[in-house]
């Protein structure tokens, strides 16, 4: 029965993760055949493979120059083709999501070893260690949470104890990044014009092209507002760099969703509105860890302890994320770009679990006033 079971979840395990791997080659390879990239066959294929290993998270190495800024547009393309080739594969529920999860990221982190040994060269190389655990992950998780929504478990299989924190903290990232996200789209509708100017410069042949390259590079640019969000800001090249006091541009490379970057100088007072978001982020994860806990465990400790141990888990999700934001992105202007390493996260994790703490107090407080008036 047991060994029927495992057979069961490696037949689809192994389905969801070569069919994501085939279907994002696919379509790397259908962007790239638009380019100059792939003058042949072999080059167009290497050209798809590698654009999928550092989707996933690997670091691309040609010459002194480095790519090892996860383009996190393009990983979430790969993360729904796992969602969905999940749900296909799968059948009929599963007991154990996460051990689904495990099998599905480790066929994808096998694959992604074999393609980036075999598409390393003397002049391009992928990081193989990164390549693998990349994978891992990007595809793993994802199939462990579809598995798990698809046999009606709960953040697949967490103790119940634990359910109401990793509520709160969903909530806590939702709504940080949330509020990064609206301030880069008041940003690129205000720039708008500068955003056509800078299309219009580069003159594209293929335009769907440039779209979608703009379209990816979207939530990248959600994360290095967050960054200004939190404090640490980011920097882009040598010479430009954005933080809660101002910003000082220099050179900046030709790209549309650049556009978005503020005028150089100082900030005016309005920026204080921005440093509440965090808090804000957090007193709704301690919230909605409150309200998920059941009545008879509503203590004040207990209330404070989990809302700000979900506010302290958003923070460090944000803050890793912030890592995977940051380093180099290209030649020239683009060798360095993001956050200062680990700043965002020392930031994020105490202010989100002090904002968590106190949306849960504030929230068992008004729980206890409302019970006493009634």
């Known amino acids: 029965m047991t060994e029927s079971r495992a057979a069961d979840q490696w037949r689809p395990a192994i389905l969801t993760a070569v069919g994501s791997t085939v279907l994002s080659l696919l379509i790397a390879g259908a962007a790239a055949s638009a380019t100059t990239l792939a003058a042949s066959t072999p080059d167009l294929l290497r050209a798809s493979i590698r654009?999928?290993?550092?989707?996933?998270?690997?670091?691309?190495?040609?010459?002194?120059?480095r790519i090892d800024v996860v383009p996190l547009g393009a990983t979430i393309v790969v993360v729904v083709l796992v969602l969905a080739l999940t749900r296909l594969?799968?059948?009929t529920p599963i007991v154990d999501p996460v051990a689904f999860g495990a099998m599905t990221g480790g066929v994808a982190g096998v694959l992604a070893g074999i393609c980036s040994a075999a598409t390393s060269t003397e002049t391009t190389s992928t990081s193989f260690v990164r390549a693998a655990f990349g994978a891992f992950l990007v595809v793993g998780l994802p199939a462990a949470w579809g598995a798990s929504r698809r046999s009606g478990i709960a953040w697949m299989g967490l103790p119940s104890r634990w359910i109401p924190v990793a509520d709160g903290a969903s909530s806590g990232v939702i709504g940080?990044?949330?509020?990064?996200?609206?301030?880069?789209?008041?940003?690129?509708?205000?720039?708008?014009?500068?955003?056509?100017?800078?299309w219009a410069t580069l003159d594209p042949d293929g335009p769907l092209l440039l779209g979608l390259m703009c379209l990816l590079a979207l939530p990248t640019l959600v994360l290095w507002t967050a960054a200004v969000i939190l404090g640490p800001g980011f920097t882009l090249g040598s010479d430009t760099t954005v933080d809660l006091a101002g910003s000082a541009l220099g050179q900046v490379p030709g790209f549309p969703p650049l556009a978005a970057l503020p005028d150089p100088g100082p900030f005016g007072g309005w920026v204080v509105v921005l440093t509440l978001v965090p808090l804000a982020a957090g007193v709704a994860a301690g919230l909605v860890t409150y309200t998920r806990t059941t009545a008879e465990q509503r203590g004040w400790g207990r209330a404070a302890g989990d809302g700000a141990l979900a506010g302290a888990v958003a923070g460090a999700i944000v803050g890793l994320l912030l890592e995977t934001a940051r380093g180099g992105l290209?030649?020239?202007l683009l060798q360095t770009a993001g956050s200062p390493a680990w700043q965002g996260l020392l930031v994020a994790v105490p202010l989100l679990a002090a904002g968590g703490a106190l949306g849960a107090i504030g929230a068992h407080y008004r729980s206890a006033r409302d019970r006493a008036s009634s």
């Not at 999928?52 to 190495?61: E, H, N, P, Q, R």
């Not at 789209?185 to 500068?194: G, N």
């Open 51 to 65: 654009a999928w290993l550092v989707a996933v998270g690997a670091t691309l190495t040609t010459g002194d120059e």
């Open 176 to 198: 940080l990044l949330g509020g990064a996200a609206v301030v880069t789209f008041v940003m690129l509708t205000l720039h708008l014009d500068r955003a056509a100017d800078l």
């Open 330 to 332: 290209g030649p020239g």
């Open 89 to 91: 594969a799968l059948r």
